[in-house]
């Protein structure tokens, strides 16, 4: 029972490297979330797909790209890596819309990224 | 911007003490949930409050929805060792495909022996 499962775990790069975080889900979720956590500022939502296909902003996008290739699947992207990037990023899916069906959200365990 | 603030930010008490967390907004919300984190985890969903004035108790947790809906609490009874975490207060907003959770700024608990 996978759940959210994000790769890698921990990845170090220096500025202006690129790389790819890969979250995939099992549970046939349509909503999938991008977060990012910093120590004091909570969880703040970077990019969220509602479907297969489809992509948003959300409040913290600059700097990121996302793609939504297949349902199960949602790729986190930072082209050109900078020291403000670093953090612990986190997935999430749910089943339903967040408001109108109260859905909670089914967490991966995170990717922490160091930039230098 | 929907803002949640978390007091206390930081809490260290001892076993058996009570305590209580407050999740606090000047915006409405269409329900809230509180999250637990242990390090090296994501967070997990604790519970959803959807009504104004709504209590809901897990064991010695109780939570409670303000009746604005712009507020909540989480109070923990006889605290143990294993309550240790950080909590996340996160409001529902918005509509349909549109709809998002903001979090708050979290409450890292230490509970010791």
């Known amino acids: 029972n996978a759940g959210v499962t994000q790769t890698p775990k921990f990845r170090v790069l220096k500025t202006g490297q690129s790389m790819t975080l890969l979250c995939a889900q099992d549970?046939?979720?349509?909503?999938m979330y991008w977060y990012r956590q910093d120590p004091g500022m909570g969880l703040r939502l970077i990019h969220y797909?509602?479907?297969?296909?489809?992509?948003a902003k959300g409040e913290v996008p600059d700097g990121y790209n996302v793609s939504r290739l297949k349902k199960q699947n949602f790729l986190l992207g930072l082209e050109s890596a900078a020291p403000s990037q670093t953090s612990v990023y986190f997935c999430?899916?749910?089943?339903?819309?967040?408001?109108?069906?109260?859905?909670?959200?089914?967490f991966g365990n995170g990717t922490r990224l160091t930039v230098t | 911007t929907q803002l949640l603030e978390q007091s206390p930010q930081f809490l260290s008490i001892q076993e058996g003490e009570n305590l209580t967390v407050y999740c606090n907004s000047s915006?409405?919300?269409?329900?809230l949930q509180w999250y637990r984190q242990e390090p090296g985890e994501g967070p997990v969903l604790l519970v959803t409050?959807?009504?104004?004035?709504e209590v809901k108790k897990l064991k010695r947790l109780t939570f409670q929805f303000g009746d604005a809906r712009k507020d909540s609490s989480l109070h923990i009874t006889a605290a143990q060792p294993g309550d240790t975490g950080l909590y996340l207060c996160?409001?529902?907003?918005?509509?349909?495909?549109?709809?998002?959770?903001?979090f708050g700024t979290g409450t890292r608990l230490q509970v010791t022996l």
């Open positions: 999430a899916s749910s089943s339903r819309d967040l408001a109108t069906y109260n859905s909670p959200l089914h």
């Open positions: 549970m046939n979720h349509e909503y």
């Open positions: 797909s509602v479907g297969e296909g489809t992509t």
């Open positions: 915006s409405v919300f269409s329900s």
């Open positions: 409050v959807v009504t104004g004035g």
């Open positions: 996160a409001g529902a907003h918005g509509t349909g495909t549109a709809s998002k959770l903001t």
